[in-house]
């Protein structure tokens, strides 16, 4: 049952910010970064190929990984949740799209100016110069071996192509978090959807604009709330329960 004040809260939102996390993908089929590699990829460590410091000791192996992950994200379809979030943007005066995800699965269920706080596989730019690349990348083909395949070169400067991702050790993009942070602070309601928080500085979102005054939602197989007041926590699976959420409050899932 949806409490009636979250109900309600969502009905008089003016301006609503959804800030999605991987459980939103996994939804989808795209393993989150913490499960094992499978297949041929079994025997490597994620967080080790995830890192600047990697992709300057083998690019190809680095990038071969990454268009692998892009591939199977091509492969994907939007979630009920993705479909659900486009919805609401439709009802609502003004929706902000925060997301920790990598993939375009919001993209592609109908969602624009996504907010990306952990980059896009689907933009990539130059390790040297940081350009991107004016025209899109073609439909990724398995990586030869399952492993190494050479990056595209740049070209401004011949240097080579980086997956557009945020590494371990490097830091979020700065106006992608000024934008989540401003949204944040002037949202008068905030859903947070697929989300452990335990990611920061991503994770300061919620709370962020729970201290602003905004209802905080957190919508989670495992929901964690923190305060009696303004803060709701629905239970289970993102793809069914933002459906209920908009059936509840404008007759629509």
């Known amino acids: 049952m949806i409490p009636m004040p979250l109900v309600e809260a969502l009905r008089n939102a003016q301006h609503a910010v959804i800030f999605t996390g991987a459980g939103v993908s996994a939804e989808s089929g795209i393993s989150t970064f913490r499960d094992s590699l499978t297949g041929l990829w079994e025997r490597f460590d994620a967080t080790s190929l995830a890192t600047p410091e990697a992709y300057q000791a083998d690019p190809a192996l680095v990038w071969g990984w990454y268009e ?50 952990h980059g896009s596989l689907h933009q990539p730019r130059c390790f040297t110069c940081g350009a991107q690349p004016d025209v899109p990348l073609a439909m990724p083909d398995e990586p030869e071996g399952g ?24 830091s979020l993009p700065g106006d992608a978090l000024e934008a989540a942070f401003q949204a944040a602070q002037q949202c008068d309601l905030l859903l947070s959807v697929g989300t452990s928080g335990v990611v920061y500085p991503a994770a300061e979102v919620p709370g962020i604009a729970w201290r602003a005054g905004a209802v905080v939602v ?7 709330v923190e305060h009696p007041e303004r803060e709701f926590a629905l239970t289970g699976a993102a793809g069914e329960q933002l459906p209920r959420l908009l059936e509840a409050a404008f007759g629509e899932g």
């Open 68 to 117: 692998w992950r892009r591939m199977k994200v091509l492969q994907a379809q939007p979630n009920p949740a993705h479909r659900a979030i486009a919805a609401l943007a439709r009802r609502v005066p003004r929706l902000t799209l925060i997301t920790q995800n990598v993939d375009d699965l919001h993209e592609r269920a109908g969602s624009t100016e996504v907010i990306h706080l």
């Open 147 to 170: 492993r190494r395949l050479s990056p595209p070169g740049c070209a401004r400067c011949g240097g080579q192509l980086r997956p557009g991702v945020v590494w371990f050790g490097e």
């Open 218 to 224: 957190h919508v989670n197989p495992q929901p964690h």
